[in-house]
Structures are given as structure tokens and as C-alpha cells.
């Protein structure tokens, strides 16, 4: 299954892993309960991404990873929205972040040498809320969204995050089934990292930028998407970034 929970990258659980918010796979199991507009979901898994095959050939055997979520739907005035609150927990290990200042080698690339930190947690909080919505398609709405999370700051590198912003179908009716939006994000660094990587020379702040899209209708199974980022990079060295993309998309 997938997640959008902490998680680290490598299936050895050593010091050289990489804490990450998101893994792509997951080996475990959830239980949902579902009771009118709520939600309540507890998922039990394997903290390593499941990509790597020692995972499934050794579950388990780095720790546990614990997870909650409790989704609410709403109804405001006759338009629907939703807010989720996530937790979770794992006793694995990762990067203690607060050492990364006494390493000697002088090269974040060979960070093996490095101690851990067992235990690492992770909260957020999402909401969306249509302020249009179809009339005979209610999944048709655009509105606000926001998502906001906090977690431990170490071992987990990002302390906490922020996207906020506007998206949906277009209310026009004449191109209803087209979509867009438009949002805001802000990835604030752990302390403990960026106090660590400019003790060894590698100075780092926290990133944000600004990012819209478009995707237009062609046809009923033709898509094309229009994307630009405005990017201040959490490489202070580098200037602000501008990146734009075009993608094609066929249903078959």
C-alpha cells in the first residue's frame, strides 16, 4: 500500500539511510471504519520502502511503523469539503541529525560513519472546501486547500511544511472539465540539519516556492497539462529558479 507517512530509504536501517516523509511502498495492513462523514484509519507497517526486496524478505526486522488517520466530511451551506488529521510513530532508526556537525569527512555523500537516533514521529492536518461545485457532479468543485504537518525535526529533516492554495475543475461552464490551481509551499528545515550542514561547509535553508497548472480538455481521453514553478532552492548558493513543463496525457 502506499503512504504518505516518515519513512527512511534503505533496507540495511543504518545510520547512511535518508529519513523521508514519503515512501512509495509499504509492506503492512490497514483497517478503516467508516460511520456517516468520518473516517478512522490505522495502518500497522514495515517503516522501509517496500521497493527494496530485503523488506519483504526480512519484515520488519528494523521496527514498526504505527499510523492514524480520521477524515471528516463536510457540508457547508450546501458545499462539500473535507479535514483529515494524521499521526504516526516508528521506533526505527535514522540520521541523528545533531551529529552531522562533528563529522570530519567533509562530504555529506559519505555520511555512513554517522549515529542514529531511534524513534521518529510525524502529524498533519489537510482541509478542502468547495466554494463551487457542479450542480449534478458535486466531485466537480474548486476551492481552497491547505495541508500543514509537523514532525520530530530529528531524525526526520523536514520540521514541518506548509502548502496552501487554490484548485479544482474550471467553473466556467464552457469548460467545465478542464482543472487548475494555483498554491503556495513552504519546506521548513530541522534546525538540527541546517545548524549540522553549515558546521561542515554545506549551508542550507528552508525551501519554498509557488506552483500553477492547467490542465486542459482536448477530447474525452486527451489531456494537456501547463506547469510553472517559482522556486527559492534550500541551496542558498543558487538562485531563485524558474521551471515550466508541458505534458501530454492519452486514456486509452
Known sequence: CSSDLVSYTQATGGAGDRVILSAPYLLGGIA????????????????????????????????????????????????????????AYSNASGINLEDIDSFSGGS??????????????FTSY??????????????????????????????TPIKWSMLIGLAGYNPLFSRENDRLGIGFFHFGLSQQLISGLAGIGDPRHSEEGIEAFYNIEITKWNYLS???????????????????????QTKF
Not at 108 to 121: D, P, Q, V
Not at 132 to 154: A, E, H, I, M, R
Open 126 to 155: 489537510f482541509f478542502e472546501q468547495n466554494l463551487y461545485q457542479n450542480q449534478t457532479d458535486p466531485t466537480k468543485g474548486f476551492g481552497p486547500f491547505g495541508l500543514v504537518t509537523l514532525s520530530d525535526g530529528n531524525p
Open 32 to 87: 478503516e471504519i467508516n460511520q456517516g462523514p468520518f473516517n478512522l484509519s490505522i495502518l500497522l507497517s514495515d517503516p522501509r520502502s517496500a521497493q527494496s526486496p530485503r523488506v519483504i524478505e526480512h519484515p520488519f526486522e528494523k521496527g514498526i511503523e504505527l499510523a492514524s488517520g480520521l477524515t471528516v466530511k463536510t457540508n457547508l451551506l450546501g458545499l462539500e469539503g473535507s479535514h483529515v488529521v494524521r499521526g
Open 226 to 248: 501547463l506547469d510553472i514553478q517559482f522556486i527559492d532552492p534550500w541551496n542558498p548558493a543558487k538562485m531563485n529558479e524558474v521551471v515550466g513543463a508541458v505534458r501530454m
Open 108 to 121: 555529506i555523500r559519505t555520511i555512513g560513519s554517522l549515529t542514529t537516533k531511534k524513534g521518529y514521529w
